[in-house]
């Protein structure tokens, strides 16, 4: 069962424009968001993450705005470059029980960015 | 620092082969992950530890085996191996320092099981 919906699977945006990606999640207990990219043939790699008591975070030319009533997080990717063209997951922790957190993520599907020059 | 190691980097099994896949770190992370990513499915999480000796199962554990002797190695165990497992494999690691949010990930070996 999906619990993290990401949209849209691909994105074309133009050198300079704002890329934006949707993720919407379901299950209330989760308590950290991290959005991750990743390059063909490598690794994800953390770019950026917000937690749930925050409703912006800003690095640079990426932003996660979060809004916790509509259970919706997104990534603008501001003055978008062809250096960013890349796959981007979102992603949702579950809160912390017990004795600690075992930081299992539930990733969405993918958005690959294309940002064309 | 190394990092987050994995060999190999691609594979070709045949149906009912087994193999292992290799996953190591230099960072003394205690928790260490292994994902499966397939087109358009994101990753799914396929076992976990928390810690040297102690493994857990996550979203889709079936078909795969793992371990953990030591801090540094989580290795993953296919045994007979399906097409349905033909996907490319992520390890991760995490801390519990100042950034132990953070999953560090390795670069990834792709399978293919004809």
């Known amino acids: 069962q999906q619990q993290v919906k990401q949209s849209p699977q691909s994105l074309i945006v133009q050198k300079g424009g704002i890329s934006i990606i949707n993720c919407a999640y379901e299950n209330t207990a989760f308590d950290y968001f991290p959005w991750y990219q990743q390059f063909p043939g490598k690794g994800p790699a953390l770019l950026i993450a917000i937690r749930p008591d925050v409703s912006e975070k800003k690095e640079g030319r990426f932003t996660i705005s979060f809004n916790k009533s509509a259970k919706q997080f997104s990534l603008h990717i501001m003055d978008s470059q062809p250096g960013d063209s890349a796959t981007y997951f979102c992603a949702a922790r579950g809160a912390s029980r017990g004795s600690g957190n075992t930081g299992k993520l539930i990733f969405g599907q993918g958005t690959t960015l294309q940002v064309k020059p | 620092n190394a990092g987050v190691t994995q060999t190999p980097k691609f594979r070709i099994l045949k149906i009912g082969q087994s193999m292992t896949l290799q996953c190591a770190q230099d960072m003394n992370h205690n928790y260490m992950y292994w994902y499966r990513q397939d087109p358009g499915m994101g990753l799914k999480l396929i076992y976990y530890s928390v810690g040297a000796g102690i493994t857990d199962k996550g979203e889709v554990p079936n078909g795969y085996n793992v371990s953990r002797s030591t801090t540094e190695d989580f290795p993953l165990r296919l045994e007979l191996a399906a097409p349905s497992q033909t996907s490319v494999y992520f390890c991760?690691?995490?801390?519990?320092?100042?950034?132990?949010?953070?999953?560090?990930f390795g670069p990834g070996t792709r399978l293919t099981v004809l």
């Open positions: 991760a690691s995490r801390g519990t320092g100042s950034s132990y949010n953070e999953q560090f």
